[in-house]
T-cell receptor, first 112, second 110 residues
């Protein structure tokens, strides 16, 4: 089973809202990732968690706050976003960083 | 600056033909190489991984790696309209994150 699940599928939020994106995998993978993807661009790495510890933060603005409660779950907390943050947010996992990564279906975020 | 280069396309092939997608990378110590397929509005799907020089075949897909030339390719035999998608090449070395190319859009006409 190579399934990564993400909720919600779609999210519309205002610039003053606080929301969270959730990601879950049950493949026993020890590395989990958040990517941001704009239209017609490749995925852009935001964060990497390895063994539940943040190992890479690609200079992401503090309005994005990741959290890894356990080895199966990854959250992305959103606060005071800007319209330019509207994108597809992808979660991925791999056995270890950075081997074969499996992506979830993504959350389509629109910031109004 | 580590880079992965792909022709953006679109690459257009007729149904039943062989589609050839190419990727070059700049970091000579890269160790792992992946091809992802992404349909419009969907997330990337891993279709091939290759780690050593030579060819690796999986059904209609063949990945080819030449580390000396820093070149990896994906061949799709008997192309089908359902293969129409963007194909992303991704490369990594141990201990670092994947680096994605910008993707090649493939269009298979029936």
């Amino acid at each position: 089973d190579t399934e990564v699940t993400q909720t919600p599928k779609h999210l519309v939020m205002g610039m003053t809202n606080k929301k969270s994106l959730k990601c879950e995998q049950h493949m026993g993978h020890r590395a989990m990732y958040w990517y941001k993807q704009k239209a017609k661009k490749p995925p852009e790495l935001m964060f990497v968690y390895s063994y539940e510890k943040l190992s890479i933060n690609e200079s992401v603005p503090s309005r994005f706050s990741p959290e890894c409660p356990n080895s199966s779950l990854l959250n992305l907390h959103l606060h005071a976003l800007q319209p330019e943050d509207s994108a597809l947010y992808l979660c991925a996992s791999s056995h270890e960083a950075p081997s074969e990564q499996y992506f979830g279906p993504g959350t389509r975020l629109t910031v109004t | 600056q580590k880079e992965v280069e792909q022709n953006s396309g679109p690459l257009s092939v007729p149904e039943g033909a062989i589609a050839s997608l190419n990727c070059t990378y700049s970091d000579r110590v890269s160790q792992s190489f992946f091809w992802y397929r992404q349909y419009s509005g969907k997330s990337p799907e891993l279709i091939m991984s290759i780690y050593s020089n030579g060819d690796k075949e999986d059904g209609r897909f063949t990945a080819q790696l030449n580390k000396a030339s820093q070149y990896v390719s994906l061949l799709i035999r008997d192309s089908q309209p359902s293969d129409s998608a963007t194909y992303l090449c991704a490369v990594n070395q141990a201990g670092t994150a994947l680096i994605f190319g910008k993707g090649t859009t493939l269009s298979v006409s029936s």
